[in-house]
């Protein structure tokens, strides 16, 4: 069983920059590929960015060039930098997990992954 916990999520206004953190349990992290996903109000969940145990990040064209994906594996954690925040991200961001994956090729499909967090709430004023 792996959990997941993220924070750092708030209000913030249009433009500013936020950087949300998710922490694994588990021995064997820098195994794991990791994801982030978003739900908005009234809309389904969807993919955020991801990133393989190599290091190799992958995004949504929604944000891509303003979200960066990176992990400290010494950390057990994953981050999300969101720079150029709009009001059209405002959402629930969670992280999701997939364990012992050693594969190059990016996840991005909900079901590709088994484990998520409870979700960090980010509010984009205009």
């Known amino acids: 069983q792996v959990r997941l916990v993220e924070s750092g999520g708030g209000l913030v206004q249009a433009g500013d920059s936020l950087r949300l953190s998710c922490a694994a349990s588990?021995?064997?992290?820098?195994?794991?590929?990791m994801g982030w996903f978003r739900q908005a109000p009234g809309k389904e969940r969807e993919f955020v960015a991801s990133?393989?145990?190599?290091?190799?990040?992958y995004y949504a064209d929604s944000v891509k060039g303003r979200f960066n994906i990176s992990r400290d594996n010494a950390k057990n954690t994953v981050y999300l930098q969101m720079n150029s925040l709009k009001p059209e991200d405002t959402a629930v961001y969670s992280c999701?997990?997939?364990?012992?994956?050693?594969?190059?090729?990016?996840?991005?499909?909900?079901?590709?992954?088994?484990?998520w967090g409870q979700g960090t709430q980010v509010t984009v004023s205009s």
């Open positions: 999701a997990a997939r364990t012992e994956y050693y594969s190059s090729r990016p996840l991005y499909r909900e079901y590709e992954f088994g484990f």
């Open positions: 588990g021995r064997t992290f820098n195994a794991y590929a």
């Open positions: 990133i393989t145990w190599g290091g190799g990040d």
